[in-house]
């Protein structure tokens, strides 16, 4: 059949009515969406143990470079301080002032990019750092007056970076330092030489899934053992710290998964025991004698899907619990009974009608909590306020619109409340339960996410951001 340009005219009109009809129909089934996935809290992680398979030989590598003697006698042994409450009596008077807005520097250095904090222990700064260029989980010892790095050991790890890599502050005893990496690798090194002791890969030896952003969780040194939470197919456990054997197990039928919470420890009549906040719930697992690992209690009303602040734990058994994202507060009440332990729930506040906390956890003073509101405060938003211990629905008072501190860590030192803000700013507030008072602060440098837990000893105060960690001496000068 011959085309004619004729014929053509014709058929185009019903050509084009065709490809319209087509197209309407594939504009209405398509899916934009089909391949997109909900951006949740907790569901941007890049890379997990559980995604590769490394034979990761834990303290592999080593290298010294110095050593200093220093006769400095204080420390920070530990994420939150030796008794786990991020509060200090100083060795030292501090200052809480910053003539011509300017503190003494003593010494700075560029770290790979995380949030881990840092442990003191007699003259020297520990912290677990993250280097790019060898790929390495990289355990650094520094002195803590000339900044100077002293050793270092270190193992090779892929990790990718996701808001950071390093998260974790070590735990640090007269003859040891025990360190958790962002991907669940444990290890154990003599404090002073840096000698390897041992190491676990809580992934393949417990089944662990590292959570999302990595592993925060900060170990536990306790009488010699290291108390760890890896979930998997046990919800705690306590290494000897010298040998590296496992003391005890707890079970973990429930399934709970590791969070970035920490073990808290805590003497509830009498009794010694560890609290932990899972993926899952919180539990109480006794501490020491012959029921060491033996679960006392658990709750599953506290079940957050991403939990990074800890459990603060008060004399008269009451548990509050917080976290970000929405997820707001509880308050808990631990009974006992015959030597047997239960726990309820007292209350649940939503963000903004009560205390609540995204990444730090509460400070608690002579009977009140104090801590940094999260984003969802609605008017308290970043706010640092105090409210009474037995009801965090009570604001006793609150830092003001005009003094908000973001994500930053806070601890108490010499009787003042010391907060570093997201962008390194420290502020200084009198330690009061009864009122608000700002009394200096002090821009440090241009940071970013300044959010690692602060550490003070001899007078000295060692604080990071992303990318940076710096030591300033807070001495008051008299």
Same mark, same amino acid.
Request: glycine share 10%; charged share 20%; with cysteine.
């Given at each position: 059949?011959?085309?004619?340009?004729?014929?053509?005219?014709?058929?185009?009109?019903?050509?084009?009515?065709?490809?319209?009809?087509?197209?309407?129909?594939?504009?209405?089934?398509?899916?934009?969406?089909?391949?997109?996935?909900?951006?949740?809290?907790?569901?941007?992680?890049?890379?997990?143990?559980?995604?590769?398979?490394?034979?990761?030989?834990?303290?592999? #590598?080593?290298?010294?470079?110095?050593?200093?003697?220093?006769?400095?006698?204080?420390?920070?042994?530990?994420?939150?301080?030796? *008794?786990?409450? *991020?509060?200090?009596?100083?060795?030292?008077?501090?200052?809480? @002032?910053?003539?011509?807005?300017?503190?003494?520097?003593?010494?700075?250095?560029?770290?790979?990019?995380?949030?881990?904090?840092?442990?003191?222990?007699?003259?020297?700064?520990?912290?677990?750092?993250?280097?790019?260029? @060898?790929?390495?989980?990289?355990?650094?010892?520094?002195?803590?007056?000339?900044?100077?790095?002293?050793?270092?050991?270190?193992?090779?790890?892929?990790?990718?970076?996701?808001?950071?890599?390093?998260?974790?502050?070590?735990?640090?005893?007269?003859?040891?330092?025990?360190?958790?990496?962002?991907?669940?690798?444990?290890?154990?090194?003599?404090?002073?030489?840096?000698?390897?002791?041992?190491?676990?890969?809580?992934?393949?030896? #417990?089944?662990?899934?590292?959570?999302?952003?990595?592993?925060? @969780?900060?170990?536990?040194?306790?009488?010699?053992?290291?108390?760890?939470?890896?979930?998997?197919?046990?919800?705690?456990?306590?290494?000897?710290?010298?040998?590296?054997?496992?003391?005890?197990?707890?079970? *973990?039928?429930?399934?709970?998964?590791?969070?970035?919470?920490?073990?808290?420890? %805590?003497?509830?009549?009498? $009794?010694?025991?560890?609290?932990?906040?899972?993926?899952?719930?919180?539990?109480?697992?006794?501490?020491?004698?012959?029921?060491?690992?033996?679960?006392?209690?658990?709750?599953?009303? #506290?079940?957050?899907?991403?939990?990074?602040?800890?459990?603060?734990?008060?004399?008269?058994?009451?548990?509050?619990?917080?976290?970000?994202?929405?997820?707001?507060?509880?308050?808990?009440?631990?009974?006992?009974?015959?030597?047997?332990?239960?726990?309820? $729930?007292?209350?649940?506040?939503?963000?903004?009608?009560?205390?609540?906390?995204?990444? @730090?956890?509460?400070?608690?003073?002579?009977? %009140?909590?104090?801590?940094?509101?999260?984003?969802?405060?609605?008017?308290?938003?970043?706010?640092?306020?105090?409210?009474?211990?037995?009801?965090?629905?009570?604001?006793?008072?609150?830092?003001?619109?005009?003094?908000? #501190?973001?994500?930053?860590?806070?601890?108490?030192?010499?009787?003042?409340?010391?907060?570093?803000?997201?962008?390194?700013?420290?502020?200084?507030?009198?330690?009061?339960?009864?009122?608000?008072?700002?009394?200096?602060?002090?821009?440090?440098?241009?940071?970013?996410?300044?959010?690692?837990?602060?550490?003070?000893?001899?007078?000295?105060?060692?604080?990071?951001?992303?990318?940076?960690?710096?030591?300033?001496?807070?001495?008051? $000068?008299?």
């Amino acid at each position: 059949m011959k085309f004619s340009w004729g014929n053509g005219i014709r058929v185009l009109p019903v050509a084009i009515a065709v490809v319209a009809v087509v197209a309407l129909f594939w504009w209405i089934l398509w899916d934009p969406t089909s391949k997109w996935t909900e951006s949740v809290p907790g569901k941007d992680a890049a890379l997990t143990s559980a995604s590769v398979s490394e034979n990761v030989k834990i303290g592999a #590598f080593f290298k010294r470079m110095g050593q200093e003697k220093t006769a400095l006698t204080g420390t920070w042994t530990r994420f939150r301080g030796a *008794n786990s409450d *991020n509060i200090k009596q100083s060795e030292v008077p501090l200052t809480d @002032q910053f003539p011509g807005n300017k503190a003494t520097i003593c010494w700075e250095v560029e770290l790979g990019e995380g949030h881990s904090g840092a442990a003191i222990y007699k003259g020297l700064v520990y912290v677990l750092d993250y280097d790019e260029a @060898q790929k390495a989980d990289m355990l650094r010892c520094f002195s803590l007056v000339s900044g100077k790095e002293q050793w270092r050991r270190w193992y090779t790890i892929q990790v990718k970076r996701n808001h950071g890599m390093s998260r974790t502050v070590p735990a640090v005893t007269e003859n040891v330092i025990v360190t958790m990496g962002p991907r669940g690798h444990v290890m154990c090194v003599d404090r002073v030489s840096g000698d390897f002791k041992w190491g676990k890969d809580l992934v393949k030896e #417990f089944g662990t899934e590292v959570p999302l952003w990595y592993t925060g @969780q900060c170990p536990l040194i306790e009488n010699n053992v290291a108390i760890l939470a890896p979930g998997g197919k046990a919800l705690l456990i306590g290494v000897d710290c010298a040998t590296g054997k496992v003391l005890w197990e707890t079970p *973990n039928p429930d399934k709970w998964k590791m969070s970035h919470s920490s073990i808290m420890p %805590y003497t509830f009549k009498g $009794k010694k025991m560890f609290v932990y906040a899972a993926v899952g719930g919180i539990c109480g697992v006794a501490a020491d004698g012959p029921d060491a690992g033996k679960l006392l209690w658990k709750t599953s009303d #506290f079940n957050k899907s991403v939990v990074a602040p800890s459990p603060v734990c008060m004399p008269d058994g009451s548990i509050f619990m917080t976290a970000g994202y929405g997820a707001g507060s509880m308050q808990f009440q631990l009974k006992e009974s015959g030597g047997s332990y239960s726990i309820e $729930k007292k209350m649940t506040l939503k963000p903004g009608d009560g205390l609540a906390c995204e990444q @730090q956890t509460p400070l608690l003073i002579d009977g %009140y909590l104090i801590g940094i509101m999260p984003k969802d405060g609605k008017t308290l938003r970043n706010q640092l306020v105090c409210v009474k211990a037995s009801d965090p629905t009570k604001v006793v008072w609150k830092s003001g619109s005009d003094r908000q #501190f973001g994500l930053g860590p806070y601890l108490v030192a010499d009787d003042k409340i010391y907060i570093l803000n997201d962008d390194a700013t420290l502020h200084v507030v009198r330690k009061s339960v009864t009122g608000f008072e700002h009394l200096s602060k002090v821009k440090l440098f241009d940071g970013a996410d300044a959010w690692a837990p602060l550490a003070v000893a001899d007078g000295y105060m060692v604080l990071r951001d992303s990318k940076k960690m710096m030591c300033i001496d807070l001495r008051l $000068k008299r």
